[in-house]
T-cell receptor, first 110, second 115 residues
């Protein structure tokens, strides 16, 4: 049973606009959340994280929002750039286990 | 360069072969992981090692055998694999083996094809 879900397999956004990637989780015990970016033939690269004691964390063009009551996580990329085109994985967990979503493929078009 | 190096990057092996995947981390971390990524599935945790001790085995078949001789090196020994074991195997490391406040850094992966 999947505990972390990314319901949109793909997203297409114009360069300069906002990209919003969504993630839902089912386990209320999760206390740490991360986003990873993955290019083809490479391993996932860490982007940004957030602890359950916060509801927002910002790093440059990337902002992660956490809504604990809705068990929902989102990643905002502003402004989107063509180099942001990749697969984005949401991850959540506690203890020793980090659970990943299936990923959302983002395409940023010029 | 992620600080986590995996070799080989690509491996083709027969079902009766024995081979090993190697991982080395240069980040001074104490925890190392093996993850598996199959097509159209999320990343699956296989094993966690914390200070060379295995702290998690996520119901992985015994045809996969991990070895962690020290905090910087991790191996995955493979024997009598099945074609459905073909996948991308990712090594990762972090400061500690627990999730909270702890970022996991991945290697570039080893693509395994079992024929």
């Amino acid at each position: 049973d999947q505990q972390v879900k990314q319901n949109s397999p793909s997203l297409s956004v114009q360069e300069g606009r906002i990209s919003i990637l969504n993630c839902d989780y089912t386990n209320s015990m999760f206390d740490y959340f991360l986003w990873y970016k993955k290019y083809p033939a490479e391993g996932p690269t860490f982007l940004i994280s957030i602890s359950s004691i916060k509801d927002k964390n910002e790093d440059g063009r990337f902002t992660v929002f956490l809504n604990k009551s809705a068990k929902h996580l989102s990643l905002h990329i502003v402004p989107s750039q063509p180099g942001d085109s990749a697969v984005y994985f949401c991850a959540a967990g506690s203890g020793y286990a980090l659970n990943f979503g299936k990923g959302t493929s983002l395409l940023v078009t010029p | 360069e992620t600080g986590v190096t995996q070799t080989p990057r690509h491996l083709v092996m027969g079902m009766t072969n024995k081979k090993s995947l190697k991982c080395e981390q240069h980040l001074g971390h104490n925890a190392m992981y093996w993850y598996k990524q199959s097509a159209k599935k999320p990343l699956e945790l296989m094993f966690v090692y914390n200070f060379k001790e295995q702290t998690e085995n996520n119901s992985v078949p015994s045809r996969f055998s991990p070895e962690c001789p020290n905090s910087s090196h991790l191996f995955l020994h493979l024997h009598t694999l099945q074609p459905e074991d073909s996948a991308l195997y990712l090594c990762a490391s972090s400061h500690a083996g627990t999730v909270s406040g702890n970022t996991i850094y991945f290697g570039e992966g080893s693509w395994l094809t079992v024929v």
